[in-house]
T-cell receptor, first 115, second 116 residues
Framework: SQQGEEDPQALSIQEGENATMNCSYK?????LQWYRQNSGRGLVHLIL?????REKHSGRLRVTLDTSKKSSSLLITASRAADTASYFC???????????????FGTGTKLQVIP | GAGVSQSPRYKVAKRGQDVALRCDPI?????LFWYQQALGQGPEFLTY????????KSGLPSDRFFAERPEGSVSTLKIQRTQQEDSAVYLC??????????????FGPGTRLTVL
């Protein structure tokens, strides 16, 4: 079953605009991650934010996390055509037998950046 | 070296056939994961290996699904008597650690399985 739901399901913007995607999840988490997936490069890890962090930046990416609302947002600034892809949030609960991260993905946002 | 590789990239099977999907993780990675991604959905966890031990197979949808990693490196996901609902992209990921702290998972390109 999917842990998270992304909103919107699809987003189309002009190159240079900002894109914001939201993710809601259901259970307590250790970390929340955002991934990008396109046909050319498969599923690629973008950024991780820990449950005790509220905001994180990486290049043109800004992620926020609100654990009280069980939600996160991903902002891509100054978008480029190459940002066209599906974006997924993923959470891990940790603390499981063997200590591995069982990652649960959301349903994804399909972003199209028009040149 | 190279990233995670999977083969075949595409597989078409007739309903009822058995298929085997291969994953070559990054060399030295202890952890290996299999995911199933249906069209328009996010990946869903199938099973997890730590070296050769299968520690979690809670996501396998039925007893027709079987995974192994006998020498702690290459893994095979086998689906017996394939059904149309098995059509999906099967992703493999590996990571270097096993501890409770975060270890990034690196994903392969996936195998797209189509069952006719």
């Amino acid at each position: 079953s999917q842990q998270g739901e992304e909103d919107p399901q699809a987003l189309s913007i002009q190159e240079g605009e900002n894109a914001t995607m939201n993710c809601s999840y259901k259970t307590s988490i250790n970390n929340l991650q955002w991934y990008r997936q396109n046909s050319g490069r498969g599923l690629v890890h973008l950024i991780l934010i820990r449950s005790n962090e509220r905001e994180k930046h990486s290049g043109r990416l800004r992620v926020t996390l609100d654990t009280s609302k069980k939600s996160s947002s991903l902002l891509i600034t100054a978008s480029r055509a190459a940002d066209t892809a599906s974006y997924f949030c993923a959470t891990d609960e940790g603390g499981l037998s063997g200590g591995y991260q069982k990652v649960t993905f959301g349903t994804g946002t399909k972003l199209q950046v028009i040149p | 070296g190279a990233g995670v590789s999977q083969s075949p990239r595409y597989k078409v099977a007739k309903r009822g056939q058995d298929v085997a999907l291969r994953c070559d993780p990054i060399s030295g990675h202890v952890s290996l994961f299999w995911y199933q991604q249906a069209l328009g959905q996010g990946p869903e966890f199938l099973t997890y290996f730590q070296n050769e031990a299968q520690l979690d197979k809670s996501g396998l949808p039925s007893d027709r699904f079987f995974a192994e990693r006998p020498e702690g490196s290459v893994s095979t996901l086998k689906i017996q008597r394939t059904q149309q609902e098995d059509s999906a992209v099967y992703l493999c990921a590996s990571s270097s650690g096993t501890s409770g702290s975060y270890n990034e998972q690196f994903f392969g390109p996936g195998t797209r399985l189509t069952v006719l």
